[in-house]
Structure formats: C-alpha cells, structure tokens
Nanobody, 121 residues
Framework: QVQLVESGGGLVQAGGSLRLSCAASGRTVSTYAMGWFRQAPGKEREFVAAISWSGGTTTYADSVKGRFTISRDNAKNTVYLQMNSLKPEDSALYFC??????????????WGQGTQVTVSS
C-alpha cells in the first residue's frame, strides 16, 4: 500500500502560481503512475493531470492544459503539480493518487487527504 501526503496549497490571487507536492511512501512508488484530481464543493471529483511511472508520459484535463505541469522525482518519491495563471474556478481540494496511468479516478487505488487551493478574483 502507498501512503500519500499532499502539501503546498493555499490562498492566491487570480493569475498567481502555486506548486503542490505529494510525498509518497510505502511500496515501490516509482512503479506507480501518479495523478492529481480536484473536487470543489458541490461538484464531482475531477481529473487534473497524470504522469506515468517513468515520467515520460503525461496527460492533462483540457481546463488546465498549458497552465499546469505535472512532474515527478522518483529519487525523492515526490510528485509535483506546478499551477500557473490560476483562475478562481481552479479553487478546490486537490488530491494526489497512485495507481495505473489514465484519467479515470478508478485507475487509482491510493489517495491522499488533499490540500486546499483557493484562488481569489
């Protein structure tokens, strides 16, 4: 089993940037694909980005493409989500997940507790 702890969330003005981190521990995390999802109040969980175990393949939701970048450092067992040009609609609780590469939450079996991102207009 993989344990995941997110950090880096906070309050930022529209147009600003944040970098989220996800520290992983447990089983050999470098063999897992990693993903970021988000959920705003009253809305369903939404895919944001995913990265393959090697870091060589990534995919993004259309709503964040060109603004967000997912990356990983397997030596540090850490996955990052660099978020630029933030918009108020990016406000949500952001979750890190480990599992199989893809954009469906069903691909991922291990989840963190989430970190809150709030973007003010």
């Amino acid at each position: 089993q993989v344990q995941l702890v997110e950090s880096g969330g906070g309050l930022v003005q529209a147009g600003g940037s944040l970098r989220l981190s996800c520290a992983a521990s447990g089983r050999t995390v470098s063999t897992y694909a990693m993903g970021w999802f988000r959920q705003a109040p009253g809305k369903e969980r939404e895919f944001v980005a995913a990265i393959s175990w090697s870091g060589g393949t990534t995919t993004y939701a259309d709503s964040v493409k060109g603004r967000f970048t997912i990356s990983r450092d397997n030596a540090k067992n850490t996955v990052y989500l660099q978020m630029n040009s933030l918009k108020p609609e990016d406000s949500a609780l952001y979750f890190c997940a480990a599992g199989r590469y893809g954009s469906s939450w069903e691909n991922f079996g291990s989840w963190g507790q989430g970190t809150q991102v709030t973007v003010s207009s």
